[in-house]
């Protein structure tokens, strides 16, 4: 004892003596040279040092050094501020130690103090006896025996993922006591439990009975059921604490996924209580697993996320898509699955197989007159969410007053506004009442609808209206029927009687339907009859870390309903397809000691100086380190170390890419853009040939590009551009990797690249040609198979006829995408069906250019062979441009419209046929 | 091997798309005209335009000038014009490329620089690449040397798999030389180089001339070190312990000065050329100054 010090192990401190001794070691050795790899050492070899400098240690590096060796010693000896020294008792001791999810948060330190006393007991011989008091059956009474018999078993308790639990009877459990005055102590976890006053008046009444209160406040978070689910946290103190929700994110790593902010405090007896709405987007909130009170390592600060936080399983009943594929625009159906698969799990099937999955949710896409309708309205009884959706075949039922599950009595035939026989524009939603179910959604301006089937009026049908149109008539109606509801949308699902399907406000409106659906009630009556038993699935210990179950009984549905025990810890319990979750977390209540000496928070044990020394010698150390590296590396580069070291470099924050100007404005307007090659004769004429192709383009058709654009593949963005012309150089640079993948992405987006080797002049007659270059710069490109343009390939007619594509120069091919194989001309018609769809890329090597370029005056640029069959080849390069530019807007649009008289003379025939 | 084979491909991949941006501003090189004009020897190596040689270059039309006898009579019966046959120029020019791959190459004195085999490699490639667009032939000293384009990709392959040398320096092997051939030499120099004074006696025997490159690094060409440092060669062999390394900076200068002076009079003696290239300078610099020497 050293003033207020005491140290455990003071022999220790005899290692100090040795501190002088290491002072003239470390003195004596100075640091190692530093040491450099150089190739030039050769040229070294036989030189002598002109000042040989001597180095030693500096002597404040070795009182840094001696220093850290110092605090080490001291460290060791174990020195304690103020350490307690026990008072003497006599009498049996007993320790009651809380062992529920409550004691977790500061478990290590109850057992020391538990330690503590039972190593006291042991020092003055008094017998002892533990009682762990976390709710599981005490077999007889308590054996009461040598303390350090005990420790072991002290040791090795841990908390349960359950609350603190005593036996009901004290009195049997306490019939050993040896003689004399007992004295209890009781660690406690600050809460109120079954039994616990009952054990304390017993126990104040054999002897005095101390009390350790937490260290901490503590907290425990639990989830109320209901149509929102929402969670509660309660705290023993008044501090906001966030709650995490956790789960896999779309890599399937655990992690955190949102942070909820509770709201504000109610106070009663000491607790307060905070709700926490879990208001997260479904995507989010159904790959939750738990949520957990920040900063807390215990079960009842965990609450695991199960089917009641969960998506809905909805039943999706409509026509079967047996139309083909490229229909299924017009199918109901596919809107409605669009909608709903991304928050929701989906059943599709017959009405009587969706029924057998037990759904809580069934949307029904103008189906009537079901076959099922009895089991469908036991089912919606149960609390199921039934969601209709009107349709042509529902306006021209004609029981259509006797169908049952509808919320509202309908008017057979419904109205058609705005349509070319009838008044009136298409209406468009009115804004959603306040305090409805769609509350806070804006019904976008542009959503408007044309027809709908029309409610009969009647006295309650004002308060079954959820939306309404701008004349009031209703838009969706529900019903409560028995526990459950029915919703009826009086549009179709799909974009036929209104754009609603198609606007994001109808994905809305069906996740604030499907968040209304009960998950519960029919299942849990499913429960008794035909799941008598839980299987536990994962299970919290009790600082709240999830681990799978392993040697758990099946636990029957009524025990799970009393929450979590010792023979059911919290965790995930499964039957069949369906999950529960049992959570620790619940209302707290604080206990109250009467009779009892509470002890003061923190004042038991001396403090700790242990962790601060060595804490101290880590730091001494590692300014050591710095300071070697200081002298090693001569001066700068030691600094700069430490300046490293020390300085948390802030990172630049990610601006926005600069974006070209050019590209924004081409994003509004169609613009021709170009590759920039380098070479500015190249560029200033391709600028200048698009301009003119620009030109005529305004002129002649409905395409009316804005100025072209100029394209630097490593820079540029392309996606906003349809048509790229790309001339060949020779001293062009190597695109990127990054602008390859950006080129293959537009090529496969539709994209055209035209890429002009311009030596049309020269190919084919032996002598250098572009033609290298050209497979240099395209090898890395998507290119599909190419063939010269076929006689009969809609570029030769798509704006004007073309045999030829002349630019500047002419008679050489042009390639594309090669036909496919099996193309045949169908009969009459004098060309075959080629490509469905625009060919990626066209090589020539006219120089089209040059052709199309036109001066600042609007004069040709360059001349084209001589006099007027020079001008005749100019106009054909246009025509050529313009038959490009047609097939790169439209794709094959004109090779359709070859079946224009196929398909009226289709039309006449059904007529005829028809009634 | 197992492990190199998959990384080479790769390596020459990238080792190949900067010496293309390296020797890209460089027309094609042919080496010039007055060692052309020497040449006595056919050789089988076109240089892509007509004149004498063996192979079929093109039929062109006869023009005026063209004597009777030029007039490929068979070509010109099948139409009603006369052509004449050319024949493709070929030269028998070859040159060879040798790149030091002793561990003192692979030293960089700082992370940003690249280390100086890796400049070497850029320089030996960007070089060849030059020249096989000229036609010449261009292989690496002892290997065979081939034309066209796909020998650019075969040198990226062999120049990437080169595998250091044990010690520090090592020496082009003495019986690769062959008339009739230029030589370009990148090494380091500061190993003894003794081998470099037999090879240029040999190569001035047989009429070899070529070019020798000294390339360092920064840190070589200045020596910016002081204090106590213990200087280790890369493969260990050579230490040299000094207490002060400031003091040692002039008389290093001085040697590495004589050391050039050395070479570029023994170069200048043989009919070669001596240049020297630091890595922190671009690699063009150094390329057109082989470019020049080669051509001019």
Redesign the interface.
Known sequence: MLGPIGFAAPWVLVALIALPVLWVILRAMPPA?????????????G?I???????RTPWWLLLLRLAAVAAMILAFAGPQWRPTVAAGQDGPLLVVLDAGWAAAPDWPARLTRAEAAMNDAAATGRPAALMLADGRPVAGALAFAPADTLLARLRAAQPAPWPTGLPDDPAPALEAVPEGQLQTLWISDGLDHPNRAAWLAALAERGSVTVVPPSRSLRSLSLRAGDTPSLTLAATDDAAYTVLAIGPDPQGVERELARLTPGDPATADGISTRPVAIDLPPELRNRITRFQIEGDSHAGAVVLADDRVKRRKVGLVGDADHQAEGQELLSQLHYLRRALNPTTDLVEGSLGDVLNTAPDVIVLADRVDLAEADDLTAWVEEGGLLVRFAGPRMAAYENLHLEPLIPVALRQGGRDIGGALSWGDPRAIAPFAPDGIFAGLTPPDEVAVRAQLMAQPAPDLADRTLAALSDNTPLVTRARIGQGQVVLFHVTANAEWSNLPISGLFVEMLDRLVETARVSPAEQAADDREQPFWTAETVLDGFGRASPAEGLAPVAAADLALGPGPERPAGIYAAGERRVALNAGAPMALADWPGATVEAVGGAAGRDLRGPLLALAALLLALDALGSALIAR?GRAGIAAALALLLVQPVPPAGAQDLNPDLIRAANDVALAYVITGDDRVDEASGEGLRGLSAVLRQRTSVEPGEPVAIDLDRDDLSVLTFLYWPITE?Q??PSPQAYVRLNAFMRSGGMILFDTRDGDIAGI?G?DMS?TLQTLAAPLDIPPLAPVPDDHVLTRSFYLLSDFPGRWQGNPVWLEAPPAGAEAAEGVPFRQLNDGVSPVVIGGNNWAEAWAVDDTGFAAYPIGRGWEGEQQRELAFRFGVNLMMYVLTGNYKSDQVHVPALLDRMRTEETLGP | MTQGSSAVPRASIALRARAQTTSAHLPALIISAQRLAAMVAPGAHGLRRNGPGEDFWQYRPASQGDSARAIDWRRSARSDAQYVRDREAQSAQVVGLWVSSGQGMDYAGAASRPTKADRAHLLALALAMVLLRGGEKVGLLGQPARAGRAQADRLAEQIVALRPAGADGDAPPDDALRPNQRLVILSDFMDDPAWADRLLTRAAGMGVTGVLMQVLDPDEETFPYHGAVLFRSLSGAIRHDSRDAGGLRDAYLARLAERRDWLRSRTTGAGWHFGHHSTDQSPAVALSWLYQVLAG
């Open positions: 040279p530093r040491q450099v790899s150089f190739p030039g050492v050769a040229l070294l070899r030189l040092d002109r000042v040989p400098i001597a180095r001569g001293a640079p190597l032996g250098p290298q």
